[in-house]
């Protein structure tokens, strides 16, 4: 059986703290702040990744002899990657797009220690039902949308109510793949 090393999760995501506590991995957080601009011409899959590979860059403090992670979660549609809105209008209108849509979600993740990194993209596919100016309204008034990529958590209201199916893995729209990760950290130790 795969014993999981000590981890530092460089994020402030409640979801991704539960989703490894839920899972069994233990870890520290640290507080990471980095600049999160990407150059235009990267395809969504891409941006998640290289958002994940460069907050892993900005980290500063000693990670040995633990494993730092850490993950940027996007939503994409239309051409467009809809992050975490700024007020309720953005909140409104991102919700609005996603109605009766079908759009992906992406999660990069990056692995590192002080000899070595590894990161991979994580996407699933999600379907709303068609949602009407009340339920969006609704959900907002919650104060859920507000730190969330899309406007939304799967795990919460809309979640319940608003989706109406996924093709991929549940955590992955949640914040953290973490079944993928599992086996990416069982091979990342393997090679170290």
Sequence with gaps: MFVSPELILASQSPRRQQIL???GFSFEVQALNADESFEEALAPDE????????????FTAAIS????????????????????????????????QLSGQTHTVYTGVCLR????????????????????????????????????????????????????????????????PVSRFYRELQAFCAAD
Excluded at 47 to 58: G, M, N, T
Excluded at 70 to 93: C, F, M, Q
Excluded at 137 to 166: C, E, H, N, R
């Design 21 to 23: 506590r839920e899972a």
């Design 47 to 58: 941006v998640a990744e290289y958002l994940a590979r460069h907050k892993s860059q900005h």
């Design 65 to 96: 002899p633990k494993i730092l992670v850490t993950a940027d979660t996007l939503v994409y549609l239309d051409g467009h990657i809809l992050n975490k809105p700024v007020d309720a209008a953005e909140a409104h209108s991102m919700l609005r």
């Design 113 to 176: 220690t002080e000899a070595q990194m590894h990161s991979f993209c994580e996407e699933t596919q999600v379907r709303f039902h068609d949602l009407s100016d009340a339920e969006i309204s609704t959900y907002i008034a919650s104060g859920s949308p507000f730190d969330k990529a899309g406007s939304y958590g799967i795990q919460d209201w809309m979640g319940y109510l608003g989706v109406a199916g996924i093709n991929g893995c549940f955590y992955n729209v949640m914040g953290f």
